[in-house]
């Protein structure tokens, strides 16, 4: 996992509530200058720890019911890692096609 892991989950929840305000467009100016100033790597270490959370939560929620639902079907067939990492990128491929939604539902006023 991540080597940014901050020791202080208080910190941690500081730096993901603000990573999130910041790219929903709510960060206060004087909130973001305040965080780059103390800690500089602020937006790296969040970005990186949602990603690792999304990796995971994508790996137990979806990826796994999805290899559980094909051995239903053939309980003889188990999946290689290569098809696992397939099935695993295809799932995070959706989430990188969102993107574009977070500005059109910001541009709408849509919460």
């Not at 206060?28 to 939560?57: F, M, N, S, V």
């Not at 290569?82 to 969102?98: I, K, N, P, S």
Request: a negative charge.
């Amino acid at each position: 996992m991540t080597t940014h892991d901050p020791a202080d989950p208080d910190l941690l929840r500081i730096f993901v509530d603000n990573w999130a305000a910041l790219h929903a467009g709510t960060l206060e100016k004087d909130q973001q200058a305040l965080l780059d100033r103390e800690h500089p790597h602020w937006q790296c270490t969040a970005a990186t720890l949602i990603a690792e959370g999304l990796l995971a939560y994508v790996t137990v929620e979806m990826v796994e019911p999805d290899l559980a639902h094909d051995r239903g079907a053939n309980p003889h067939d188990t999946p290689t890692p290569q098809e696992y990492a397939a099935r695993l990128g295809a799932h995070m491929m959706d989430f990188v096609d969102y993107r574009g939604d977070l500005v059109r539902v910001r541009r709408s006023g849509e919460p």
